[in-house]
């Protein structure tokens, strides 16, 4: 009778009981599961080195902006104009300006732009003894290279730069005897080149409309002619 004693339970003992435990069973993979893992693995790198490879083609981004505008925009010290700040090339800083007639020193002066004619007139000394200012409008901005003419009380004729085309029409669009031009007059009925240039040649020689009426004067202008007229015009 054999001494050893039996395993427990009675069951024969394995002797492969001494090996390695076995992986568990959802470890294990099969051939298959192994090669799409290998797959899966060398495109995440190639997609990997593509990223890296056009990165690296790419070029540089643009500089940021306070750069770009470091870089080209003009400096103001340079001379040039902040749009913003105005002072554009249309609107000149000073004005040059002729002024003739009864004045202390007629003469060409440089005066800022804006200025008006009583500061063209202060310009040159002021008026002289006779001067008719009650022509000119002496609030009126004067523009770059006219002519203000002041006129002494009598003289005859328009006053040049009174005006740019309307100095001969008062403010409510009557033609003035005294100041209107050739074409001026020539817009009133009746009135053709040859009685406009007779007004001129009456004003001139014989000194300015008293009044309206006086246009019968005028050779070549009757009644029935001065009636189509006395509403349409004036005396300044």
Do not use: C, Y
């Not at 568990?24 to 192994?34: I, S």
């Not at 328009?158 to 029409?169: K, L, N, R, T």
């Amino acid at each position: 009778m054999d001494d050893d004693p039996l395993p427990p339970h009675g069951r024969t003992p394995d002797p492969e009981d001494d090996r390695p435990a076995r992986p568990a069973g959802w470890f294990r993979a099969t051939p298959a599961e192994l090669a799409g893992l290998v797959v899966l693995l060398l495109g995440a790198l190639a997609a990997t080195g593509l990223m890296l490879w056009d990165a690296g083609r790419r070029p540089a981004g643009p500089p940021p902006a306070a750069a770009v505008g470091a870089a080209t925009s003009p400096s103001l010290e340079e001379g040039v104009v902040d749009p913003g700040t105005g002072g554009g090339a249309d609107e000149p800083a000073e004005v040059t300006v002729h002024v003739s007639g009864s004045v202390r020193a007629p003469g060409v002066v440089t005066l800022p732009a804006g200025s008006r004619v009583a500061e063209a007139i202060a310009a040159v000394g002021g008026v002289v003894t006779g001067a008719d200012v009650d022509r000119l409008n002496l609030a009126r901005v004067i523009g770059d290279g006219e002519q203000v003419h002041v006129p002494e009380v009598g003289e005859p004729g328009p006053v040049p730069g009174e005006g740019s085309g309307s100095v001969g029409f008062d403010a409510e669009g009557r033609v003035d005897l005294n100041r209107a031009t050739q074409e001026e007059l020539e817009t009133l009925p009746g009135i053709g080149p040859a009685k406009a240039a007779a007004i001129i040649t009456h004003r001139e020689t014989d000194g300015p409309f008293a009044t309206p009426g006086d246009l019968r004067a005028v050779p070549g202008i009757g009644e029935r002619t001065f009636q189509q007229l006395a509403d349409l015009v004036t005396v300044g």
